[in-house]
Nanobody
Framework: VQLQASGGGLVQAGGSLRLTCAAS????????MGWFRQAPGEERELVAK????????YYADSVKGRFTISRDNAKNTVYLQMNSLKPEDTAVYYC???????????????WGQGTQVTVSS
């Protein structure tokens, strides 16, 4: 499945953004999905992930209570609603998936271009 992340932008601290990851192909529902981010000079980190049905989610401690991951399998899309944004959320955000929920990690893969999120203070 091919993925395209979008929805990034420049926002003030405390603001909100919703990222969208659109998938091509007819097997999207077979993939657990995740959102990742990488700030300059930092390693890529897993922000949130969601199971194939959407019934199980995981959030990094740094975003828990502020970010919400969701998916619409009918639209081949996964979302990341980001509220109460902080300057430290500034990064390029990527989406990626795996048929195994436990393998939605920062392992080597084709990450694509991602979408830039910049939070000003």
């Amino acid at each position: 499945v091919q993925l395209q992340a979008s929805g990034g932008g420049l926002v003030q601290a405390g603001g909100s953004l919703r990222l969208t990851c659109a998938a091509s192909g007819r097997t999207f529902s077979l993939y657990a999905m995740g959102w990742f981010r990488q700030a300059p000079g930092e390693e890529r980190e897993l922000v949130a992930k969601i199971s194939r049905s959407g019934g199980t989610t995981y959030y990094a401690d740094s975003v828990k209570g502020r970010f919400t991951i969701s998916r619409d399998n009918a639209k081949n899309t996964v979302y990341l609603q980001m509220n109460s944004l902080k300057p430290e959320d500034t990064a390029v955000y990527y989406c990626a998936g795996d048929k195994d929920y436990t393998k939605v990690t920062t392992r080597d893969r084709d990450w694509g271009q991602g979408t830039q999120v910049t939070v000003s203070s």
